[in-house]
């Protein structure tokens, strides 16, 4: 699979280079298997859950080959994705209740927002959606700029106002605007300064607010970015997300990148939120919606 083959080969590596030359899982090689998850950024409380998992395996069946190994933490690491969001959607869904459908994109600068953003406008294009985009991240001129080029790749249209503009001025106009236009799926970015929570809080909170008044339900989901290549400080970022408002999915981007895509297994488990869609790579086609058992298979073969 496309955008995992660090991680697998990371995983992989590490996962054999605790079992090599073992016929048999003992409490050491289970220590190197919880380093290896932690290492590779499942997160702690993920990792032991799947430890304390493999322990009962091991309890019950003793003699272990790393084939079997291999398999039985695919088993594992699956059903507990399962268990974890039982109702997490496997597939793109694009046919909602709502016209407009309301998205607002969070996350912190440089994440890979503008960019999912755009990959996701021509996921929704494609699905024969009318896309709408909305710049309400009008702090950095830069963002503008960088959304209006991935409108111009998607070919959607984006609403716009001048930089420093009030970003739940620029949210009610999108929203209402895609209203009239009859707009099927409405994407809107938001800011991303993290260093004043309470400020963020007041804003994020003022966009859903006004959206809501244009749009009964809007927004409709709240989408929070992720850059899975820095690890336990994405991990942080989540946490600090969830707390000021109330995300509905998790993107995880440059996972093409990296080796540690256990951020992917741990996240949602920590925060009870799903994993929506993974970003592969910096092109407009380069985003996965996230499939549990494709996204083990492809880590754990
Ligand atoms: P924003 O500040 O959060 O809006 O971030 P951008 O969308 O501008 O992305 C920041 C950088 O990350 C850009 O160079 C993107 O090309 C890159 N990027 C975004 N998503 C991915 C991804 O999934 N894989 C890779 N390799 N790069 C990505």
């Known amino acids: 699979d496309k955008g995992v083959e660090k991680s697998r080969e990371g995983l992989l590596n590490k996962i054999g280079k605790s079992i090599a030359g073992k016929d048999k899982i003992d409490d050491a090689t289970l220590d ?4 290896a998850l932690i290492s590779s950024d499942v997160g702690v409380k993920t990792t032991i859950e799947i430890i304390d998992r493999l322990e009962k395996r091991v309890a019950r069946d ?3 080959t ?3 190994l291999q398999q039985i933490m695919r088993e594992e ?3 507990l994705l399962k268990e974890n969001r039982p109702d997490q959607p496997a597939e793109f869904d694009a046919d909602f209740p709502a016209k407009p459908h309301v998205i607002m994109i969070v996350g912190v600068n440089g994440v890979g927002k503008t960019t999912t953003i755009g990959k996701l406008a021509h996921l929704y294009k494609k699905a024969g ?3 709408m985009l909305g710049a309400a991240d009008t702090f950095r001129a830069a963002a503008v700029d960088q959304l209006k080029i991935w409108s111009e790749r998607a070919d959607v249209p984006i609403i716009q106002q001048g930089q420093n503009a009030d970003p739940s001025a620029v949210a009610y106009d999108t929203v209402a605007s895609a209203k009239s236009r009859n707009a099927d799926v409405v994407l809107v970015d938001t800011a991303g300064r993290l260093h004043n929570k309470k400020s963020l809080m007041e804003e994020l909170a003022k966009i859903k607010r006004v959206m809501g008044k244009v749009v009964d339900g ?3 989901e709240i989408l929070l970015v ?3 290549s820095t690890g336990q400080n994405a991990m942080q970022q989540a946490n600090a997300f969830t707390d000021v408002v109330d995300v509905t999915g998790l993107v995880l981007t440059k996972l093409d990148g990296t080796a540690k895509g256990g951020i992917v297994i741990g996240v949602s488990n920590e925060l009870n939120v799903p994993v929506k869609y993974i970003g592969v790579g910096e092109q407009i086609e ?3 919606v996230f499939e549990r058992d494709g996204f083990v298979k492809a880590l754990f073969g």
Do not use: G, S, Y
Not at 32 to 35: A, F, I
């Open 77 to 79: 690491i699956t059903a």
């Open 226 to 228: 992720l850059d899975a």
């Open 286 to 288: 380069d985003l996965q």
């Open 32 to 35: 190197d298997l919880e380093d």
């Open 218 to 220: 809007a927004p409709h």
């Open 129 to 131: 959606k009318n896309v």
């Open 66 to 68: 790393q084939n079997e």
């Open 62 to 64: 003793k003699f272990i």
